[in-house]
């Protein structure tokens, strides 16, 4: 197991919280502690922005970085961003400056509450042939989406990751997602009718999660890229769960030790996302067993697909029905 001084964290983000703060407001300075205390002798790295309150903080390293900016989600209304490249740019230069053997990503809204992740470090040893990292990366099943319940491929949390630090700047040292062109990827009344989601009004053409494992990948010569958020092109669902299982270990959250902000509280026994206990199968299928079943995933999903299109469907034709009749 490794020694807790083998880990830089790198706390990235905004700061939430001024000195003069109650206690509970302050989640920049509750993770900073968290870490201490859970990882004691650990490199703290703080990437922030430019201008930020620090002066209540304890960290090793800070880097104050300039704002990328978000990039709104529809053209209409202003109020909702895409924060990606924001996230990309405090991660990355964080993780280019680690010095310790394993990197943690941290939200600089979320903290630790034990360090049971460290039993899982370097766990999982058998591999398939997608392998990116040297080790595989931990990271969260929140918002880990399994896309035969929910047509999305290659949506891997980013809310929480750790692993070798030289995976940890394999993944996160790639370029920032082009904008407009990313969030936005057609017109506001673009109709896909095959769109999983067409009451999102989502435009994009990667999800934020999405495009970090697509751009990353292509630094390999792996081709993940799609069209669209929910596109599901038929050689290519496969070769989606292959690659996650391959560098990635998803952990349920009470695994990892690790708490989120009350603004994520999100349904964690949620059908549409993985689970540990699945990964453990696929792992064991995929790099053990080295068993292949890429049709039988693909009909899966391309029909699950299929029964939201077909909702939608219904749905659509129920609005205009009673548009027609007010």
Known sequence: ?????DFSVVV????????????????????????RDFLPGAEIILSTWKG???????FDVLLENEDPGGTSYYDSNTSKYNNNNRQIVSTRNGVLKATRKYTMKLRSDCCLIHNGFLDYLSKYIAHNDYAVFEERVLTS????????RVPILYHVSDIFQVGLTTDMQLLWDIPLQPEPETTRRFPENHIIYNEAYPYEAYKMRYACEQ????ACTAKKGIDLQLNYYTELPFSKIALSEKTLIDNFVFLELDQ??????????????NPTLYSFTQWEALYDAYCVQKNSNDFWMALQV?????RYV????????KRLQRMKRA
């Open 1 to 5: 197991m490794p020694n807790p001084s």
């Open 12 to 35: 990235q983000g905004p700061v939430h919280g001024k000195p003069t703060d109650e206690a509970s407001f302050q989640l920049t300075k509750r993770c900073i502690e968290s870490a």
């Open 52 to 58: 930020s309150d620090v002066s209540h903080l304890d």
């Open 141 to 148: 099943v929140a918002f880990t989406k399994d896309p035969r």
């Open 211 to 214: 495009y970090i494992w697509y």
């Open 256 to 269: 990892l030790g690790l708490r989120l902000p009350e603004k994520m509280d999100i349904e964690l026994d």
């Open 302 to 306: 391309k029909w699950n697909s299929f």
């Open 310 to 317: 077909l909702k939608n469907f219904r749905r659509r034709k």
